[in-house]
């Protein structure tokens, strides 16, 4: 069993940065796809980004195209995104999840083991 907890979230100005990773521990993530959801209060789970096992081959919401980056190093068990340009509109808790199988997908129900998310909230 994998246990994700992400960190690195807080407040920033719009127009800021920031950096967030997913630990993992129980077991290795290297043979997983990987993926970063976020929910803003009162909306529903969507997808933000994805990456294959070995990092080679990663997938973005039309959204966060170009401003955001995913990334992991498999050694550390660690999956991060990269958050820059930050908006508004980009509020919300950020979860790291584990995919069921070896596709890039942007369905919530294609992942499972997701962390306790953390709060991402950028100022205007």
């Known amino acids: 069993q994998v246990q994700l907890v992400e960190s690195g979230g807080g407040l920033v100005q719009a127009g800021g940065s920031l950096r967030l990773s997913c630990a993992a521990s129980g077991r290795t993530i290297a043979n997983y796809y990987m993926g970063w959801f976020r929910q803003a209060p009162g909306k529903e789970r969507e997808y933000v980004a994805a990456?294959?096992?070995?990092?080679?081959?990663?997938a973005y919401a039309d959204s966060v195209k170009g401003r955001f980056t995913i990334s992991r190093d498999n050694a550390k068990n660690t999956v991060y995104l990269q958050m820059n340009s930050l908006k508004p509109e980009d509020t919300a808790v950020y979860y790291c999840t584990k995919s069921r199988s070896l596709v890039l997908s942007r369905l919530a129900v294609s992942y499972d083991g997701w962390g306790q998310g953390t709060q991402v909230t950028v100022s205007s």
């Open positions: 990456i294959s096992w070995s990092g080679a081959t990663t």
